[in-house]
């Protein structure tokens, strides 16, 4: 057998899932250029209520999340997954309101995000004390300083894609950059009526097809392959007793495709399944339990009127 050089963490990830039995591709790398376009649209369809809750929670509720942290004072606010910072800036607004002296510190991988973040905070909170930092996460943390207090924010409800046990991994990661006493203010999506769960991520405008569609996309430019992408079909299900919405690429016949830079062949059999996602919706009890495996507690769910979301708020 020959065996390849595989440098880049795509292809790798892409060989071993299309060769695994059953086949997956990580939901991480939906979010190629074109695919954050696709989640921006995601965001802005009416039955994706996620973004709407957490967006009223941070709009009404941000001086009682201020009122819950028991900082006096200068303390980093650190923020893992910034995105554009439109979210965040009701947070910071409140902070600001309340004469708090804080630093922001966002970190994202994409630099696109952070120089439309920059922009948008020194727009809405002129005068901010802010260090912007591109790249992972952890690396990112290595040159802050860690004498201060902080409160970690980990907003959106990314964790619903990570797996129970690589959940409670990355918390355990968080835990041990934390000081006792430092905050984790988290977005979680809860569960709800099946219908409404369902209808956000099986969406009649076809917007989070394309968004897995684009995980096709992204294999035929990047690893020189020759997927077609009618013969695959996309598929999810929310299964209310477990909490899970699953999404899945569904091969439409028995076929093979090619990809000329890894030299390699995937075959795929009729109806074979490649599972894209995890979006885990949460019980308040579930949260708690996460928490407590993680080593924090619950200080207080902050809820949208609907209590369809809850920026939990956790303490080390
Ligand atoms: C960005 C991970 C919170 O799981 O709800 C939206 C991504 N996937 N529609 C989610 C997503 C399909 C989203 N998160």
Redesign the pocket.
Known sequence: MKTKTLVDPFAEDVTKGLTENPKSLP?KY?YDDRGSRI?ME??AMPE?Y?TGCEFEILLQQSPAIVNKLPFTVPFNIIEFGSGDGMKTKHLLKAFTEQGAPFTYIPIDISQEAIDALEANINQALPGIDMQPQTGDYFEALTGIDSEKPALFLFL???I??YKDADAIALLERFHAQMKTGDMLLM?M?LQKNPRIIQK??DDPHGV?RA??MNLLTRINRELDADINLDQFDFY?DYNPQSGE?N?YLVSLKKQHVHSALLNTTFYFEKDELVWT???KKYTLAGISALAQSAGFAVAHNFMDCRHYFTDSLWIK
Do not use: H, K, Q, R
């Open positions: 939901s939906f989640f995601i965001m994706y996620p959106g409800g990314n619903g894609n977005g999506d956000a991520y989070t968004f897995n999810c919405v999404s996602e995890l979006s």
